[in-house]
């Protein structure tokens, strides 16, 4: 292959400015922390070893399955052709291996750290939150269940009088690291719209009766599709979503006239995989109300247009939007 010419030192027909090295920031280790009981259990550090004078539960190099998700890909076979062809891909659920390493000042606190771990990890209490906290102060966690790794070993390398290490395998059925920061925005039917967070969305007003259209930005800065969630704030007497694809999903209104969702009530429409409900805070059903061959789309990564037409009610409704990116790594 050719070789690339490279300027000569001291080469003085070459008049073009010297690339400045760049300046290192000033990063401090990665925070990272694993909690038990569907997020809801004692939240303990991995990271925060404060001198041998305390029992801390440390992680160790060599942790895998960190970065980017096992992929499973479909393709077909042709009698007649090599090779195949590709159809698609699906990310699988994540396997991931957390060493670490527990340390206590006598017996009683190595037992009692063992107890705890175990407890936390237990799947049958849950799942296990495994959070990462970066300097600048962005979170990502991901939800996995313990697989195994803690039967023990109390072989001379592997445990002490008051020290044992573990191998924890994790499996993580959802293989996306999550954002702790919602992305979300509101349009105020009848007055002006609100952005909160991040996405940027376009307006919209409505008068009362008549029927609107608009087309709204939105954002996702993560890298992979997002799962939206819809409160619609009655009164108001149908609507519907349709994303920049033609994917679209929504509401009719009631033969009787009466508005879909009454003043004070607010309809959630959750479209994420394992959710998937339509329910009022009253708990009123609203899936038989869907228009037919409905599709609970999802964000897709970048910038994409959604349309939203509805019929407004009696009084200021509104309609919000929220979504939490996710990510391939931490």
């Known amino acids: 292959m050719p070789i690339p010419a490279i300027k000569r030192i001291g080469d003085a027909s070459d008049q073009s400015p010297t690339p400045s090295a760049p300046v290192p920031l000033d990063w401090q280790r990665t925070y990272v922390s694993i909690r038990g009981a569907n997020g809801e259990g004692e939240e303990i550090p991995l990271t925060a070893f404060q001198g041998k004078d305390w029992p801390s539960i440390l992680m160790l190099p060599g942790a895998t399955g960190l970065d980017a998700p096992p992929y499973e890909l479909h393709m077909d076979d042709s009698p007649n052709l090599d090779g195949s062809i590709f159809r698609d891909s699906r990310a ?3 396997q991931l291996m957390i060493p670490v ?4 000042i006598d017996r009683r606190s190595i037992i009692a750290l063992k107890r705890k771990l175990v407890s936390t990890l237990n799947p049958k209490n849950g799942y296990c939150v495994l959070k990462f906290v970066e300097s600048d102060g962005s979170m990502r966690s991901i939800n996995a269940f313990y697989a195994g790794g803690m039967e023990g070993n109390e072989a001379l390398d592997s445990s002490g009088f008051h020290w044992i290490s573990y191998g924890i395998q994790l499996t993580a059925p959802d293989p996306w690291f999550y954002s702790d920061i ?4 509101q349009w105020a039917m009848g007055g002006t719209s609100q952005l909160v967070g ?3 969305f376009l307006p919209m007003s409505l008068s009362e009766g008549f029927p609107a259209t608009k087309a709204a930005v939105i954002e996702n800065e993560g890298d992979v599709e ?11 007497k149908s609507i519907s979503f349709t994303n920049e694809a033609g994917r679209t999903f ?10 879909l969702v009454a003043a004070g009530r607010v309809l959630t429409i959750d479209t994420r995989p394992g959710y998937k409900t339509m ?11 869907l228009k037919p061959n409905p599709d609970l789309w999802s964000v897709p990564t970048g910038t994409s247009l959604v349309t939203i037409d509805a019929v407004s009610g009696s009084g200021v409704s509104s309609v919000s939007m929220s979504y939490t990116p996710r990510y391939d790594s931490y």
């Open 198 to 200: 991040g996405t940027k």
């Open 101 to 104: 390493y527990l340390y206590g």
């Open 92 to 94: 699988g659920a994540r």
């Open 226 to 236: 997002a799962w939206p969630i819809w409160k619609v704030k009655g009164p108001l």
């Open 279 to 289: 329910a009022d805070d009253q708990g009123a059903n609203y899936f038989p109300s």
């Open 182 to 185: 919602d992305n979300a925005a």
């Open 250 to 259: 929504g509401f009719t209104a009631p033969a009787d006239g009466s508005d």
